[in-house]
Structure formats: C-alpha cells, structure tokens
C-alpha cells in the first residue's frame, strides 16, 4: 500500500520493513498487529538465530529485539544485527530494565531501549523518529560521497589544461564514485557535428567506438553497448567469446548550451540504474562541459600564440633574407671588380700572346675566372627580387646553377651528386628564377638531412618528359620522411627541424611557385630509405630563339678605331685593362678615378663614348649622368654602365629610367663590343 512515511516529503510506495525478534507470543502478536496498522511491514523470530538468518536473507530497516531469547541475548543479537548492516534501527524491549542494561544497549549501536509493558505510541514515536534519523544520515551521507565526488572531478580538472590526462583522471573518479566497472568519455569535434572517443576504462576501445547515439543527444538517456570480453552478469561471470548486450547511460556534456560532450557509464556486474544519480551525472557533465570549453579556448590561445610566433619568425627570416641580400650585393660588388679584371686580362692577352703554353695558362685563369663569376652571379640571382616573367627556360641548365650554387656544402657534406639529365629536353616558358628557388630548396634540405648521419649521402638528379610533363626528381638517402609527416610536408610554417634550424616556409613557397607554372610538387619517401621530390612541368615549348645574321655575328670593337672614349672608374686594375682593351683596338682613351673629374672632362672633351662605374668616390655614377644629361644631352646618350651591383634595388631602380646598357662586372670583351655595338649604332 501506498503510505506518506513520517518526515519524508511526499509519498513513497515502499514500506518500512520491521523484524520483531522476541519469544512471547502474546507481545509477538500485539506488536506485529500495531506495526502493520500503522503501515509498516511486521516480521517476527522467535529466537535470536532466526532474527539473523532473517537479517542475512534480505534487508531490514529497523528491528524490535527483546533482552531475554532462549539462545542469545539481546545485546548478542543487537551487535550481530549492526555488523550486518549499520544503518539498521534496532529498539531494545524488556521487561527488566537496568541503567546499566540500557547503557550497554545503546552503546552497542541501539536507537532506543523500551519497557514492557510497551507504552504502543512511544514506541511508534521512537521507531518513527529514528527512521528520520536514519534517513537524515543516509543522506548527508549521500551528499558528502556527491561533494567529495565533484570537489574531485572539478580538481582533476583544474589540474591540467591537457584534455586527455585530465580527463583519464576524472573519469577514473566517476567510476569509483558510482560503484561502475566501466565508463568512456566522447568529445565533440571543432564544428560540433562528431563525436570522438576521448577515453575509457573497463572495456576495449572498439566496444565504446561502436556505440551509436540517439538523434537528438538531449538529455540523460540509456543506449545498448556490446561486448565480447568477460564481465560479470549478477552471480555468473560471462564465458570467453560469448557477447553481452550492457546498458549504458550517457549524459551529455554542454557549456554555454551547446554539446561538448558525454560522460558514459555502465556497471555490468550488478546492472544497476543509474537514474538516482541523475542530478550528480547532470553535475559532472556540467564540470565536464566548462573544462571542455576551457581546454578548447586554451588550445585556441595556443595556436593564436604558435600563429604569433610563426609570423615573428617569418618576419625575423624576412629581415635576416634582406640583409643577406644587402651583404652579398656589397660581396659581389667587391668580387666582380677584381674578377673581371682577371677575367678580361686573360682574354686580353690570349689575342696578343701567341705562345701555345701559354695560351693554355690563361685558358685555364679565364675559366676559374669565370667559375667565380658563375658562383657570384648564382648568389646574385637567388637573393635578387624578381617580377615572375615566363621566357625561354633551359631547365637543365636552372638544375645545373642551382647545384652549383650550393657545390661547395654538398662536396664538404661528403654528398656525391649523380646528374642524369635529358640532353634532348626542350626549352619551356618558365621563370627561371623562381624555378632555381625552388631547386635550391629542394637540394638544401637533401643535403641538410644526408649532413647529420655520420656517412656520405648521395643526391640523384634526374630530369625528363614524361608525355606532355617535364619530370625532374631529386632523390636522397637521407633518413627520410615519416609516414604521419608526408601530407604535411608543404604545409606552411611546418618543419621537423631542430628549433632555429628552418622557418617551415621554404617547401610551401615551392609549392606555390610550381602551381603558378600550372604544375605540381610531391614527395615519395619511407622513414630510413631517404626521400624523393619530383617537380613535374607543363610542356609548354618556348620558341626558338632566331639565329643572328652573319653580319650580327662575331662581336667586335673595330667600331672605335679612331674613336675618343672616356674610362670612369675607381679599380686601377679595371682602368689598366680598359685603356689596354680601348688602345689594341685603335681607341684614343682618356681615364679618370671620380665622378668629378669625369664630369669636368666631359665638359671639355670631344668623347664619342663613355664608360663609367656605378659607384664612385666623391659623385656616384647616377649623379654624374644627370649633371651630364642637363649640361651634354647628345654625350649623354652615349654612355655605358658597368657595375657588380645591380642586385641594389636602388641600382636597379635607376638603371630602369635612365635606360641605358650596362654590363654586369665582371664581364667579357665580346659583352663589351655587343654594347659599344648598340650604342655607336644610335
């Protein structure tokens, strides 16, 4: 029957079972009689070994134990009955009491002790008030274990802002908390529209992996959980192999109203409810929530943070490439003068000294000569900042400079170079420069990853078409690449470099600059048997170059025969070389060091032609060519520029709208008949 029990709110349908343990029939009955009128169900022992069998078989919530049984005292009875089940009421009756009696009686765990004959509503009144009493404990006891509970999961939260340990730590525990043998952990993904397993005890992976949720994942709900491992169901353990359909209960985890997650939790060994713990789940999940919440806006601050440094560091690298440009412009300007020096002495005497040894000799100054030259120019063109233009591209010839450019760290590294390239590969439309950027890149990190593991490495280059693609292929035997690594490889920012060794931009930019030529970069490798990168090209021929006419052809400077020409330059060996070359061809030549001095002799002087250097002491070449330019337009016209710094962007700059020849220091005598050429023919 249904019954309001005192000092309970509302109504409970279960009622309150009491033993009567005492061998009088007549006060047996009497009790039993009252306690059912007052809504409790009565039992009844005659002896104190049927009062404890009756206590083993089932619960009881409170028992009335007479002092005098025929085979154990009451106080026996009454500590047996307290180790069974503490929270067990137990009112002792008699019919001889004794202070000491009572004393002993209530010390041994009992809620009250009462006199025959029995005064019926004192004792209702202490059986009632101790069962409040009872139930009063059970629940602070209950809301102490859910506060120890949460004060727990809310401090392995805080803990860490590392989802997985941290949530390893709470869900452990949940666990241990609810009594459960098994539980998991799923969270959502950035966009909400998944949820991924987190963690789990007590069952395998692939168990919680299979769970499939319920549209919509509202509120605490219950969804069936397979599994083949051994777990306990009531009193039998369940066979190897045999599968067992659990019930597990989920509650969903959200902050700021939005799913974040679900806490799942299943206990196979009784297959208890979990819906009396409703509120504490919900309490749990809310905790859960706010750390998911908060472990996913620190790992946003994280990468806004990586992002940060990311950009600091290409911006450092940005700086660090343009003072290297400023620092190889000065290098090559202080190269080039001495190289082309001896670079046009050992052409110059070549064509006077007609001695075969000697021939040889300067054959061989004038090609380690140019070797240099080679080598500065590669520096040159790789720190230059170029507008991408597509002309007629030689790509072996782009693969070649750009193994040139880094020989020397290969040769040193102990890298042997195998160079297999297509002699019949056509010419393309390309830019050559952005294609030695990327090559350059390419070679770089071969080398860089063969220098570290204590053997020579050997980098196979390779090029050729394949249909209507050029293929060339850079193959190391460097430690390569992990399998987890490759998608990643032309990421932006990513790099498996030591910290300060690479910025993570150089792959990415290639990546960039393939595209724009309409092709496509990839890499092949497996970790320890070195990696593969092939640049694959459209076949897109350039057209061929017209040949010259015989009359273009042979470059000469039998044009300044009886000419006036006037040598600007601050390098004594470059004068001496000039006014050797400007004489052999029947040039009259006047040399000066200073821009000064040119200016005051090309006020004067009857000049068919200048050459003047860029940089000068005391007034530099662009301001000796405006003085000239304002005061000797018609001279003006007539000049030529040599410089070994045209990487400056101010060089640059003015060289484009003073639009006048200018030959690269160092250069040949045929590059300096092709420029008189042009400029005795205006």
């Known amino acids: 029957m249904e019954m309001e029990v005192p000092g309970k709110l509302g109504a409970v349908t279960e009622q309150p079972t009491v033993l009567i343990a005492d061998d009088e029939p007549g006060a047996r009955t009497t009790l039993e009689i009252i306690l059912a009128d007052s809504g409790y169900r009565a039992e009844t022992a005659l002896t104190g070994e049927q009062a404890l069998a009756r206590a083993r078989a089932g619960p009881l919530d409170a028992a009335l134990v007479d002092v005098s049984l025929p085979d154990l005292s009451g106080t026996e009875v009454l500590t047996a009955l307290k180790k069974l089940d503490p929270d067990m009421v137990v009112i002792m009756v008699t019919g001889q009491a004794s202070l000491e009696s009572s004393v002993n009686a209530l010390n041994a765990g009992a809620a009250g002790y009462i006199i025959k004959p029995v005064d019926m509503d004192e004792l209702l009144a202490m059986l009632r008030s101790a069962l409040d009493k009872r139930r009063l404990e ?46 998991a952990v799923w969270v959502c993904d950035l966009e909400g529209n998944s949820l991924k397993l987190l963690t789990h005890r007590g069952l395998p992976k692939a168990d919680f992996e299979r769970v499939r949720w319920p549209e919509p994942l509202d509120g605490m709900c219950a969804v069936e959980l397979t599994t083949a491992e051994p777990v306990w169901q009531g009193a039998s353990r369940q066979a190897e192999g045999e599968t067992t359909r659990l019930e597990l209960c989920c509650m969903p985890v959200r902050a700021g109203g939005a799913l974040k997650g679900v806490l799942g939790v299943v206990n196979p060994r009784q297959g208890r409810s979990f819906e009396d713990n409703r509120k504490l789940l919900e309490a749990v999940g809310g905790q859960m929530g706010v750390a998911i919440e908060n472990m996913l806006l620190f790992q946003a601050l994280q990468r806004a943070h990586q992002d940060l440094r990311e950009t600091q560091a290409q911006l450092v690298q940005s700086e660090k490439l343009s003072a290297v440009g400023r620092l190889v412009s000065g290098v090559a300007h202080e190269l080039n003068n001495p190289l082309g020096v001896v670079i046009g002495f050992a052409q110059y005497l070549s064509r006077v000294d007609a001695d075969e040894e000697m021939l040889r000799i300067y054959q061989h100054i004038y090609e380690q000569a140019k070797r240099c030259s080679r080598t500065v120019d590669n520096l040159l063109t790789f720190a230059r900042r170029y507008e991408s233009e597509r002309v007629r591209t030689d790509v072996n010839e782009t693969v070649r400079a750009s193994l040139e450019l880094l020989r020397y760290q290969l040769r040193v590294h102990s890298i042997e170079v195998e160079a297999e390239l297509d002699p019949n590969l056509p010419p393309i439309l390309a830019d050559p420069h952005r294609l030695q ?70 792959l990415s930019i290639s990546y960039g600059i393939i595209q724009e030529h309409g092709g496509r970069i990839r890499v092949e490798s497996q970790q320890g048997q070195g990696a593969t990168f092939i640049v694959e090209l459209p076949l897109i021929v350039a057209a061929e170059a017209q040949p010259p006419t015989p009359e273009e052809q042979g470059p000469s400077l039998e044009c300044l025969r009886g000419r006036r020409v006037l040598v600007v330059d601050d390098e004594e060996g470059m004068v001496a070389l000039m006014e050797r070359i400007m004489k052999s061809a029947q040039a009259q030549v006047a040399a000066v060091s200073d821009g000064e001095a040119a200016l005051a002799e090309a006020l004067v002087g009857d000049f068919d032609l200048v050459i003047a250097d860029l940089k000068m002491p005391k007034m530099d070449g662009p301001h000796f060519y405006e003085l000239l330019r304002v005061q000797r337009p018609e001279l003006a016209r007539r000049v030529i520029f040599c410089s070994g710094d045209t990487v400056n962007p101010e060089t640059t700059c003015f060289l484009t709208e003073a639009r006048r020849p200018y030959l690269n220091k160092p250069f040949t005598v045929e590059e300096l008949a092709v420029a008189v050429q042009e400029v005795l023919e205006e």
Not at 143 to 159: D, E, H, N, P, S
Not at 165 to 170: C, I, K, L, Q, Y
Not at 482 to 503: I, M, R, W, Y
């Open 437 to 506: 950027q990327v090559f350059v890149n390419i070679i770089a990190n071969a080398y860089q990853s063969m220098a570290g593991q204590g053997h020579p490495g050997r980098l196979r280059v390779s090029s050729g078409t394949d249909g209507d693609r050029i293929l060339v292929s850079f193959a190391d035997t460097g430690p390569g690449i992990a399998a987890e690594n490759l998608p990643k490889v032309f990421e932006p920012f990513f790099t498996t470099k030591d910290v300060g060794q690479g910025t993570g931009l150089g």
């Open 138 to 183: 059970r629940e602070n006891r209950e809301m102490l274990r859910q506060l120890i509970l949460l004060y727990g999961v809310g401090r392995a939260l805080a803990q860490s802002l590392d989802m997985e340990p941290t949530f390893n730590d709470s869900l452990e525990i949940v666990l241990v908390a609810l009594g459960a043998e098994a539980g």
